[in-house]
C-alpha cells in the first residue's frame, strides 16, 4: 500500500483537476452562455471575452465572481451580465452592492445586520447622496481617506460601472431595441439628405423621428464601457478601433448602413428579454462566426481568456499548496517516505498549474511575467516553489517543500485580494511599457524577493522548531542553517543584479542612474541587509540564531521593499497603492519582530536539544 500510495495521491489529484477544468457547455434549449461569454469585446483599452468584463465588474462591485440571489440561486458574471446589459426586469433587484461601512449604511438610515449585499434598487432613492459624499471623497487622496470616505468612494464607482454596463448593449427606455434599428436604418436616407442641406429643415415627422434615434444613440455611445464592434476598414482595424454600438449607429448616418453585428446584438437582445433561447444562441452563433471571420486573433485570444478564466489555475495551485503542507506534515508524524513522495508529485502538479497561468497572463498580455503588483506576487509564489523543489531535491527532509508551499499559497492570496481593482491584465503604465527591462529588472528583483521570503520561512521553521518542539536535532539544525544560507546567496545575487538593471532603466528612462527613489532605496536595502547577513557569518560574528535572526527581519526590509513603499505615495514607483493593504503589512511586522524576540530566548529555555 505504501508503494502505490503516491501513485493513488496523484491520479486522485489529476482526475479532480480533470473534472473541475471540463469546458461548460449550454444545455439544449438553453441560453448558451458560454459561447456568448467568448465573445471578444474592447473594454478599457484591451480586448477580451465578456466573460471577463463580468467577472472583473462583478469583482469590483461584490468582491466575488457570482451573485448569490436571496432564494439561495447562484448565477454565475456572465448571465447577471447579460441579465444587466439588455435591461432584463429584475436585474436591478439582484444584491449586487457589498456595502460593509456602518457609516455609509448609516448614510441611508439603515443598521449594520447580517445583509451586506444590496442592490440597484435599494441605492437608486440615495444616488444624489452617493454622488455628492463619493465627489468629496474624490478630491483627497487616496492614503488620507477615512475608511468611510474610502466606502462611499467605492461604492460611487461601482454605481458608475454598473450603470455604464446597463447602457452599453441596450439603449435606455427601448423596449424593442432590434425593430427600433430596422426603423433608422430606413431612415437614413433622410438623414443624410438633411445633412447635406446642412440640418436646415424643420424636424418633422420621419426626420424628427430620425433625430430623436441620433440623440438616443450618441448618449449610448456616451455611457457605454463596452466596445463591442470592431472596424469595418482596414486601416482602422490596423488602429484597434473598436466602438461601442452607440457610435456605430452614429457612423452609420456616413456609411449608409447599419453594421451587421449591431443588428445581431439587437436581435441578441430581444430574444434574451423574451426568453426565447434559440434565436438567442442562433445570433450568438452568428457574432462568434463573423468575429472569426473579421477578427480571428481577437476571437482566439478571447476564447483562450475564457477558458484560462474557467480553469483558475492560481486557484486552483493556491488549494494544492494546502494539501502539499498537509502531505509534508503528515510525513514527519509517519509513513515518510510514501508521504514525501506524495508531497512532491502534488508540488509538481501545482507547479503547472502555476506556470500555465503565468504563461497564460503572458500570452494574453503580450508582456513578461511581471508587470504589477498583483503579478509580482504571483511570480514570487511561482519562484519560491521552484527553488523549494531544488532544496528537496538536495536535502530531502520535506523543508523545502513545507517552506515553498506556504508561501505559495500566501502569496496567491494576497494576488486574489489584489484582483478586487478589477483587470489584473489592464493596459501598462507608461514607466513599465518596455519589454526588455520587464525581462530583466523586474524579474531578477522579484526572483530576489522570491528567494529572500523563503530564507525567511526557513529561519522561521529554525526558530518555532527549536523553541516549541523536540524535533530540531542539531543535525537538523545544521540543514535548516545551510538551506538558509544558499538561499541567501542566492538572493543576494538576483537582488544585486536587478537593482544595477533597474539603474541602466533608469538611466534611459529618466536620464539618471539613482534618484534615492523609495521604491530604489527599498531594493538598495535588501542588497545591503544580504550583504551584512554574508558578512556576518563569514566574520564570525554570527552563528546559527543569529543567521535565522537576520533572515528573518529580511522579511520585514522585503515587504517594506515590495507593498510597503507603494504606500508612501512618492516617488516615480508610487503605482499600486493598496490602503487595505497596510494593515496586514503591519501585521505581518508585528509577527516577524515577535518571532524574532523568540528567537531571543536563551538556548537552554529550548524544548529541542539545541539547548543542551
Same mark, same amino acid.
Given at each position: ?103 455609509? #449604511? ?11 449585499? $444590496? ?12 454622488? !455628492? ?18 466606502? =462611499?468612494?467605492? &461604492?460611487?464607482?461601482? &454605481? ?37 442641406? @446642412?440640418? *436646415? ?11 430623436? $434615434?441620433?440623440? /438616443? ?14 472596424? +469595418? ?11 461601442? &454600438? ?40 452568428? =457574432? ?22 474557467? =480553469? ?44 500555465? /497561468? ?14 504589477? #503588483? ?13 527553488? /523549494? ?21 500566501? !502569496? ?18 507608461? +514607466? &513599465? ?20 521570503? #523563503? ?13 516549541? !518542539? ?13 538551506? !538558509? ?10 537582488? $544585486?543584479?536587478?537593482?544595477?538593471? @533597474? ?40 552563528? *546559527? ?6 533572515? =528573518? ?15 508612501? /505615495? ?21 509577527? *516577524?519582530?515577535? #518571532? ?17
Amino acid at each position: 500500500m505504501k508503494r502505490f500510495f503516491p501513485w493513488i495521491v496523484l491520479v486522485l489529484v489529476l482526475i479532480s483537476l480533470a473534472a473541475s477544468c471540463r469546458m461548460p457547455k449550454g444545455a439544449p434549449g438553453s441560453f448558451d452562455f458560454p459561447k456568448f461569454g467568448k465573445i471578444p469585446v474592447l473594454e478599457e483599452g484591451r480586448l477580451k471575452p465578456l466573460d471577463t468584463v463580468a467577472r472583473n465588474a462583478l469583482v469590483i462591485l461584490r468582491g466575488r465572481q457570482t451573485v448569490r440571489l436571496e432564494e439561495g440561486r447562484t448565477l454565475p458574471a456572465i448571465q447577471w451580465l447579460a441579465d444587466v446589459a439588455f435591461n432584463v426586469p429584475g436585474a436591478d433587484q439582484y444584491p449586487t452592492f457589498a456595502i460593509n461601512n456602518p457609516e455609509v #449604511l448609516g448614510l441611508f438610515g439603515w443598521q449594520q445586520g447580517e445583509r451586506k449585499y $444590496f442592490s440597484y434598487a435599494e441605492l437608486e432613492p440615495f444616488f444624489g447622496k452617493i454622488d !455628492t459624499e463619493g465627489q468629496q471623497a474624490a478630491g483627497i487622496d487616496s492614503a488620507q481617506r477615512s475608511p468611510y470616505q474610502t466606502a =462611499i468612494y467605492n &461604492l460611487r464607482n461601482g &454605481l458608475i460601472v454598473y450603470q455604464r454596463l446597463k447602457h452599453s448593449l441596450w439603449p435606455e427606455g427601448t423596449q424593442e431595441f432590434a425593430s427600433e434599428v430596422k426603423a433608422y436604418e430606413k431612415l437614413l436616407p433622410i438623414g443624410r439628405e438633411a445633412m447635406k442641406k @446642412g440640418g *436646415q429643415e424643420p424636424a418633422s415627422g420621419d426626420l424628427a423621428l430620425f433625430k430623436k $434615434f441620433t440623440e /438616443g444613440y450618441q448618449m449610448l455611445a456616451e455611457a457605454s464601457s463596452i466596445q463591442p464592434v470592431p472596424p +469595418v476598414d482596414a486601416a482602422a482595424r490596423r488602429n484597434g478601433d473598436w466602438v461601442s &454600438l452607440g457610435t456605430s449607429l452614429s457612423q452609420a448616418l456616413k456609411n449608409g448602413t447599419v453594421h451587421p453585428l449591431v443588428k445581431a446584438y439587437a436581435e441578441m437582445g430581444e430574444a434574451y428579454r423574451a426568453g426565447k433561447a434559440d434565436l438567442f444562441n442562433k445570433e450568438v452563433d452568428a =457574432i462568434a462566426a463573423s468575429m472569426a471571420v473579421q477578427e480571428p486573433v481577437a476571437a482566439g485570444r478571447a476564447s483562450f481568456e475564457f477558458l484560462f478564466n474557467h =480553469i483558475a489555475p492560481f486557484y486552483q495551485s493556491m488549494q494544492l499548496y494546502v494539501l502539499v503542507f498537509l502531505l509534508v506534515c503528515g510525513s514527519w508524524l509517519g509513513w515518510s517516505n510514501s508521504l514525501g513522495r506524495s508531497a512532491v508529485y502534488v508540488t509538481l502538479v501545482a507547479l503547472a498549474l502555476h506556470t500555465f /497561468g503565468l504563461a497564460a497572463r503572458m500570452y494574453l498580455q503580450g508582456r513578461p511575467p511581471v508587470t504589477n #503588483l498583483y503579478s509580482s506576487a504571483v511570480f514570487i509564489g511561482w519562484g519560491t516553489v521552484i527553488i /523549494g523543489l531544488f532544496l528537496e531535491r538536495i536535502f530531502r527532509d520535506g523543508i523545502g517543500l513545507a517552506c515553498a508551499s506556504v508561501i505559495g499559497f500566501i !502569496t496567491l492570496i494576497i494576488a486574489h485580494h489584489l484582483a478586487g481593482s478589477g483587470d489584473t491584465l489592464e493596459m501598462l503604465r507608461a +514607466v &513599465l511599457d518596455t519589454n526588455i527591462w520587464l525581462a530583466t529588472h523586474v524579474v531578477s528583483i522579484t526572483i530576489g524577493y522570491s528567494a529572500m521570503f #523563503l530564507a525567511g520561512m526557513l529561519a522561521m521553521f529554525y526558530v518555532l522548531r527549536g523553541v516549541l !518542539t523536540r524535533s530540531l536535532t542539531r543535525d537538523a539544525a545544521q540543514s535548516l542553517a545551510r538551506m !538558509t544560507y544558499g538561499v541567501l546567496c542566492f538572493a543576494t545575487l538576483f537582488s $544585486f543584479v536587478g537593482t544595477v538593471l @533597474g539603474g541602466i532603466w533608469a538611466d534611459q528612462s529618466w536620464g539618471r542612474f539613482w534618484g534615492w527613489d523609495p521604491k530604489e532605496n527599498g531594493a538598495l536595502l535588501i542588497v545591503l541587509w544580504c550583504a551584512i547577513i554574508l558578512h556576518a557569518r563569514w566574520g564570525g560574528y554570527i552563528r *546559527q540564531r543569529g543567521l535565522m535572526v537576520l533572515a =528573518i527581519f529580511g522579511n520585514v526590509i522585503t515587504s517594506f521593499s515590495w507593498f510597503g513603499v507603494n504606500m508612501l /505615495g512618492v516617488g516615480l514607483h508610487s503605482y499600486g497603492f493598496m490602503d487595505k493593504a497596510f494593515p496586514w503589512l503591519m501585521v505581518f511586522v508585528a509577527s *516577524q519582530l515577535g #518571532l524574532i524576540a523568540l528567537a531571543a530566548v536563551p538556548p537552554a529555555r529550548w524544548r529541542s536539544p539545541l539547548g543542551n
